[in-house]
């Protein structure tokens, strides 16, 4: 058994000792492969977004589990909440006045499913709330949000308001988990549900940019006409990929960890 483990913690040991900016090529190497991968066992692509809601629904149902068993919200971010239900109602929003179709049931499910963990952690298990570690301020991610918003939309033909909102959902996602790895960076050490729901969210952010990503592929380019003119379609693939890096870095010490069998993950300064 020890000898099985010996080339993955090998493997990691390397990538840990590596400098940061080949730590940053080893991670576009393997986004890349698994996208190629993706390419080719995923047929129909749009799949791909749906799946990465679901995964987000996944991970709710996580931190619920967690909730109703523990009896604890230790760990957890209401800030990261708060943003996360925000940007499901604006973009449920959009949905009913612009599309309908199965995103808004997901987003649906999910919002309720945040907004329940939102309510526990505020008034049911308030006394396990970690208020003094959770101090990133929300307006330091919504004000510049909406300030894109405003400037940098799509430009289609829906009202401008709507595209308005549309794109600040779309920024607004993008860092919503910043408040939650600011968090897990005070304490150091992060528990298993939490671990879970985390790796969940990274894994819904890759599966949304890999949609993305492989669209346009597939398009030769002519999504990105389709979604607009100017610095908008630019935009959305750069928030798709800023989200999915933003939880890269988590990531790999999560996988890490489980294939140590550590229930408990400790993360080292300066990953998050």
Known sequence: ????????????????????????????????????????????????FVAAEAVHSLGICVLIYKLMKEKTCAGLSLKSQELTAMFLAVRLYCSFVMEYDIHTLLDSATLVATLWVIYMIRFKLRSSYMEDKDNFPI??????????????????????????CWAFCVYLEAVSVLPQLRVMQNTKIVEPFTAHYVF?????????????????????????????????????????????????????????????????????????
């Open 139 to 164: 307006y330091y991610v919504a004000a510049p949000c909406a300030v894109f918003a405003v400037f940098v939309h799509p430009s289609t033909s829906h009202h401008m308001v709507n595209r308005i």
């Open 1 to 48: 058994m020890r000898g099985s483990k010996t080339p993955i913690h090998a493997v990691a040991t390397w990538v840990r000792r590596q400098p940061p900016k080949v730590k940053a090529f080893l991670a576009v190497i393997s986004g890349m492969a698994a996208l190629v991968f993706l390419r080719f066992i995923v047929h129909d692509h749009d799949n791909l």
């Open 200 to 272: 969940a969210l990274g894994v819904a952010r890759f599966l949304s940019c890999a949609h993305w990503v492989l669209q346009v592929l597939d398009t030769h380019g002519r999504l990105l006409t389709a979604l607009g003119y100017g610095l908008w379609p630019s935009m959305v693939l750069l928030s798709e990929i800023v989200q999915t890096f933003i939880l890269a870095d988590f990531c790999y010490y999560y996988v890490k960890s489980v294939v140590g069998g550590q229930l408990v993950l400790r993360l080292p300064s300066g990953v998050v």
